[in-house]
């Protein structure tokens, strides 16, 4: 635990997103956003963890966050997304969904965009539970079983499929450039193909039995098809989209809710997994040999089963080996990375050996020595 830094910022903090890196420099992340809620003025926050070119800091040692500036935000902070390095897109428990701009030379923030009633039933507001960006364009989700996509630089709305859901809308993610997935409180996955003019999902995907509601959902980076999800018992769940219509491998997570779930998004062998339950996990797969743990074989029920690594365009059946899997060959990994703690980590985000996450004890943790 010694990596870790803890910032008391006296607000609830519901999510916690790097800011992007460009792939052409090998830097680490030094700068992140935080979105607070149920608090008596939310706000959106900016915070680095670099130095600032000065060498002996006034408070705190280096990598300790430092605020760089913060705004007002109407309503609870229910998702955040950057969409480049200047502006990241909100999205709020009274519907609407906010794009704003950080002035890094003046160290300031304003609002750039706003769509204040973009979700909603016909006579009062529902939350915009959930948002991914693909700059320019914007896809949110709600409580309201809408999915609209805008676009950055235009004011109106590119397309709304009204009644994606009849349930509430927890979660999006791409799946590809023209696909996306969302899981809802019913315990379903849907793919949607934005080249289709159908308002129906081109696939559905469940949980069998009972019916517990998904809260968050990843995609792995290099196997576009293994996704993970996460929802109210605190089990992970990686799913094949080619195949079948359940998910392939269940593990037990967290004893409450699990809010979020990240693939590393470089190293996708190693997972985050964050829960009402005040534990946040690190899940690594590692075999007994150093070969890749794709090549073993066998039948394996564990996590080995989401690192799917083979080569582009590799052997196929290598990775149905793989994604059918014998666990004595493979092994899984769990390590706790906070400090024992009660109340509930809210939301992670991993970039490079960078993590970040933030609380209901109104505490952000940064780590910056994650071992990937």
């Given at each position: 635990?010694?990596?870790?830094?803890?910032?008391?910022?006296?607000?609830?903090?519901?999510?916690?997103?790097?800011?992007?890196?460009?792939?052409?420099?090998?830097?680490?992340?030094?700068?992140?956003?935080?979105?607070?809620?149920?608090?008596?003025?939310?706000?959106?926050?900016?915070?680095?963890?670099?130095?600032?070119?000065?060498?002996?800091?006034?408070?705190?040692?280096?990598?300790?966050?430092?605020?760089?500036?913060?705004?007002?935000?109407d309503?609870?902070?229910?998702?955040?997304?950057?969409?480049?390095?200047?502006?990241i897109?909100?999205?709020s428990?009274?519907?609407?969904?906010?794009?704003?701009?950080?002035?890094?030379?003046?160290?300031?923030?304003?609002?750039?965009q706003?769509?204040?009633?973009?979700?909603?039933?016909?006579?009062?507001?529902?939350?915009?539970?959930?948002?991914?960006?693909?700059?320019?364009?914007?896809?949110?989700?709600?409580?309201?079983?809408?999915?609209?996509?805008?676009?950055?630089?235009q004011?109106?709305?590119?397309?709304?499929?009204?009644?994606?859901?009849?349930?509430?809308?927890?979660?999006?993610?791409?799946?590809?450039?023209?696909e996306?997935?969302?899981?809802?409180?019913?315990?379903?996955?849907?793919?949607?193909?934005?080249?289709?003019?159908?308002?129906?999902?081109?696939?559905?995907?469940?949980?069998?039995?009972?019916?517990?509601?998904?809260?968050?959902?990843?995609?792995?980076?290099?196997?576009?098809?293994?996704?993970?999800?996460?929802?109210?018992?605190?089990?992970?769940?990686?799913?094949?989209?080619?195949?079948?219509?359940?998910?392939?491998?269940?593990?037990?997570?967290?004893?409450?809710?699990?809010?979020?779930?990240?693939?590393?998004?470089?190293?996708?062998?190693?997972?985050?997994?964050?829960?009402?339950?005040?534990?946040?996990?690190?899940?690594?797969?590692?075999t007994?040999?150093?070969?890749?743990?794709?090549?073993?074989?066998?039948?394996?029920?564990?996590m080995?089963?989401?690192?799917?690594?083979?080569?582009?365009?590799?052997?196929?059946?290598?990775?149905?080996?793989?994604?059918?899997?014998?666990?004595?060959?493979?092994?899984?990994?769990?390590?706790?990375?906070?400090?024992?703690?009660?109340?509930?980590?809210?939301?992670?985000?991993?970039?490079?050996?960078?993590?970040?996450?933030?609380?209901?004890?109104?505490?952000?943790?940064?780590?910056?020595?994650?071992?990937?």
């Open positions: 635990m010694e990596n870790i830094n803890a910032k008391y910022v006296s607000q609830k903090i519901s999510k916690t997103r790097w800011r992007l890196v460009s792939h052409a420099s090998l830097q680490q992340p030094d700068v992140f956003a935080t979105g607070s809620w149920d608090n008596e003025v939310n706000k959106i926050s900016f915070w680095s963890i670099g130095n600032h070119g000065s060498s002996d800091m006034d408070d705190g040692f280096e990598g300790d966050p430092q605020l760089l500036c913060e705004h007002k935000h309503g609870d902070v229910l998702d955040l997304q950057f969409l480049d390095q200047d502006r897109v909100t999205t428990s009274t519907g609407a969904v906010t794009i704003f701009r950080l002035h890094q030379n003046s160290q300031t923030i304003s609002v750039a706003r769509w204040p009633r973009a979700h909603g039933f016909p006579c009062e507001n529902a939350p915009c539970t959930g948002v991914v960006c693909s700059s320019p364009e914007i896809v949110t989700v709600g409580e309201d079983g809408k999915i609209i996509v805008f676009r950055a630089d004011e109106g709305v590119i397309r709304v499929i009204e009644n994606a859901d009849s349930s509430t809308i927890h979660a999006v993610t791409y799946l590809r450039t023209t996306i997935l969302t899981v809802n409180s019913i315990g379903q996955l849907k793919l949607w193909d934005f080249r289709q003019q159908s308002n129906a999902p081109s696939q559905i995907l469940s949980l069998s039995g009972d019916r517990v509601p998904l809260h968050c959902v990843d995609r792995h980076p290099n196997q576009q098809h293994i996704v993970a999800t996460g929802g109210q018992d605190g089990m992970l769940c990686v799913w094949d989209v080619r195949q079948g219509s359940t998910p392939f491998s269940l593990m037990e997570a967290h004893s409450a809710e699990m809010w979020e779930v990240r693939f590393h998004p470089t190293n996708p062998d190693h997972l985050f997994t964050c829960s009402e339950d005040g534990s946040l996990l690190h899940w690594e797969t590692s007994s040999s150093d070969m890749p743990s794709f090549l073993q074989g066998g039948r394996n029920n564990s080995i089963s989401r690192s799917a690594m083979a080569p582009a365009g590799g052997n196929q059946s290598l990775i149905n080996a793989w994604l059918s899997g014998d666990s004595s060959k493979g092994r899984l990994e769990t390590t706790h990375m906070l400090p024992s703690q009660t109340l509930s980590v809210n939301s992670l985000d991993v970039l490079g050996q960078c993590l970040v996450c933030g609380t209901d004890g109104e505490a952000i943790f940064v780590n910056r020595q994650v071992p990937v």
